[in-house]
């Protein structure tokens, strides 16, 4: 497996398909560096690729999630931004937006859950991480802020586009707009996360048990609600529909579902082939 400098690839329990991936830069609060924008991708592919992974849940290494994008690192995108022919430098710049944007849809280009376990700071770019993920938890000392007002920035890695179908149109723009904190409880009233927990450990047990019980699943069902609540989020009921009739014309008939059907007949637990 490769090695990456901002993050950890770990399989806790060599018999589990369940893996775990952390933002591992405690020292900066895992603060999104350039090499993170490369690592990430790269690390969300290898969980994609590797047969023996069926669920991924996402954590951040330290007292925190993530503390958004590494400050510093912006200081040099406005450098080379701005260096040079303004035209050019703009053509540059949202080039360059549109990769750090790539980074973060890589978690929806996995045809594996990505699951979010959130404790401490979950800040700007940490937003725009875990509403691209699948499922979200977060511990009680949580705080989630869409940041990005304050630092005289729209957001633009895919809070805004996201963030409104998780939580309401409403709630997304008071949040966007006030860049304020938003406590753990809050968070799971506006439905923000699924669930909330008294402390790390707590979060780190009731995750490990819903990805277990989604990783115990059928593979192929599991990735196809996947792709097909992505694509339908952004089509009309009819596209997507469509959309799902022709996915399950094609990926309905496995081995999976007569698995599924024999093992309930013979009141065993169904095991299926890797993805
Ligand atoms: C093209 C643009 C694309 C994307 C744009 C995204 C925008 C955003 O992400 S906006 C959000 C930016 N982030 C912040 O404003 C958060 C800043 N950090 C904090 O508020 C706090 O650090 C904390 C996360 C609440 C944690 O507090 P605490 O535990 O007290 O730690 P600190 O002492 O503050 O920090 C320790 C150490 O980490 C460094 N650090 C923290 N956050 C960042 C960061 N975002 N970037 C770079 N470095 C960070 C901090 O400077 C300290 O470093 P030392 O060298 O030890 O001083």
Redesign the pocket.
């Known amino acids: 497996m490769e090695k990456f400098k901002t993050l950890e690839i770990v399989q806790k329990n060599p018999n589990s398909s369940v893996f775990h991936l952390h933002l591992n830069r405690p020292?900066?609060?895992n603060?999104?560096?350039p090499d993170f924008f490369s690592e990430f991708p790269r690390a969300l592919a290898s969980l994609d690729q590797n047969p023996s992974a069926n669920v991924v849940i996402l954590y951040g290494a330290g007292?925190?999630f993530?503390?958004?994008?590494?400050?510093?690192?912006?200081n040099s995108?406005a450098e080379r931004a701005l260096s040079g022919d303004r035209g050019r430098g703009g053509e540059w710049?949202r080039r360059?937006?549109k990769g750090?944007q790539d980074a973060v849809t890589a978690i929806e280009r996995c045809r594996k859950p990505v699951i979010a376990a959130i404790h401490?700071?979950c800040?700007?770019?940490?937003?725009?991480i875990v509403t691209a993920c699948d499922i979200r938890f977060c511990t009680k000392d949580a705080f989630f802020?869409v940041?990005?007002v304050?630092?005289a920035?729209t957001?633009?890695?895919g809070t805004l586009q996201r963030l409104p179908s998780i939580v309401g149109f409403g709630n997304a723009m008071e949040l966007a707009l006030t860049g304020r904190r938003l406590s753990g409880q809050e968070a799971k009233q506006m439905g923000l996360v699924s669930g909330v927990f008294g402390s790390k450990q707590e979060m780190d047990d009731a995750v490990g048990f819903v990805a277990e019980g989604i990783a115990s699943k059928s593979p192929l069902a599991v990735s196809g609600t996947k792709a097909v609540l992505l694509r339908s989020r952004d089509m009309n009921l009819e596209q997507g529909l469509d959309y799902v009739a022709t996915w399950n014309s094609s990926m309905l008939l496995s081995d999976d579902l007569n698995e599924t059907v024999s093992a309930q007949i013979q009141k065993r637990k169904p095991t299926f082939a890797k993805l």
């Open positions: 020292s900066h609060r603060a999104l560096s007292d925190h993530c503390s958004g994008i590494d400050l510093k690192s912006l995108i710049l360059h937006i750090l401490g700071a800040i700007g770019g940490g937003v725009d802020s940041k990005e304050d630092l920035i957001a633009d890695l």
